[in-house]
T-cell receptor, first 111, second 117 residues
Framework: GQNIDQPTEMTATEGAIVQINCTYQ??????LFWYQQHAGEAPTFLSY????GLEEKGRFSSFLSRSKGYSYLLLKELQMKDSASYLC????????????FGGGTRVLVKP | GAGVSQSPSNKVTEKGKDVELRCDPI?????LYWYRQRLGQGLEFLIY????????KSGLPSDRFSAERTGESVSTLTIQRTQQEDSAVYLC???????????????FGSGTRLTVV
């Protein structure tokens, strides 16, 4: 099975940086995804890591360490519109590309 | 279509009634997934389709829940004799499928918000 942990809530100031950590335990690993979900909307894809290291995409970066079962999502130059839930999801090697999601981290950006 | 479409967007039903939720995936996406999201919580896997068959139904919470997919396209999730604990947003997602096992991200629909009163 798979177990994914991430903090429930984080607060940060506009213009600052926030790092959302995700730890996972899995019987098979086939990639780690981060999704953004605004209240009342569908999750949207942010990033995908399958190899160790940092993937940078504009203001958002995602890091993976497979040996530690650890990832983080880094949000830089925070904007008010970044207030949302951020979901960590792990893909397993079982047939079907099923993703198992963590509970999500609610990020509140304050002026 | 251009995206994953779900209908209805909102459904209020009386306890004990049956409901049907519909999902139209992206054309060409052979894999289709149903998830449930209770208020303030993460996504809970329900069922996965590859083509028209469902190799993984492990997340269906009870025998009141069933799903089917036809034409390798539209899927319907049916909840019989609804209970108040079924109230949630039901999200459908589709993805490309790779039999070699590579992971692809999902594209989600906007969900159906089900309220059982």
């Amino acid at each position: 099975g798979q177990n994914i942990d991430q903090p429930t809530e984080m607060t940060a100031t506009e213009g600052a940086i926030v790092q959302i950590n995700c730890t996972y335990q899995t019987s098979g690993f086939n990639g780690l995804f981060w999704y953004q979900q605004h209240a009342g909307e569908a999750p949207t894809f942010l990033s995908y890591n399958v190899l160790d290291g940092l993937e940078e995409k504009g203001r958002f970066s995602s890091f993976l360490s497979r040996s530690k079962g650890y990832s983080y999502l880094l949000l830089k130059e925070l904007q008010m519109k970044d207030s949302a839930s951020y979901l960590c999801a792990v893909g397993g090697r079982a047939a079907g590309n099923k993703l198992t999601f963590g509970g999500g981290t609610r990020v509140l950006v304050k002026p | 279509g251009a995206g994953v479409s779900q209908s209805p967007s909102n459904k209020v039903t009386e306890k004990g009634k049956d409901v049907e939720l519909r999902c139209d995936p992206i054309s060409g996406h052979t894999a289709l997934y149903w998830y449930r999201q209770r208020l303030g919580q993460g996504l809970e896997f329900l069922i996965y389709f590859q083509g028209n068959s469902a190799p993984d139904k492990s997340g269906l919470p009870s025998d009141r829940f069933s799903a089917e997919r036809t034409g390798e396209s539209v899927s319907t999730l049916t909840i019989q004799r609804t209970q108040q604990e079924d109230s949630a947003v039901y999200l459908c997602a589709s993805s490309l499928s790779d039999r070699a096992g590579r992971a692809y991200g999902y594209t989600f629909g906007s969900g159906t918000r089900l309220t059982v009163v």
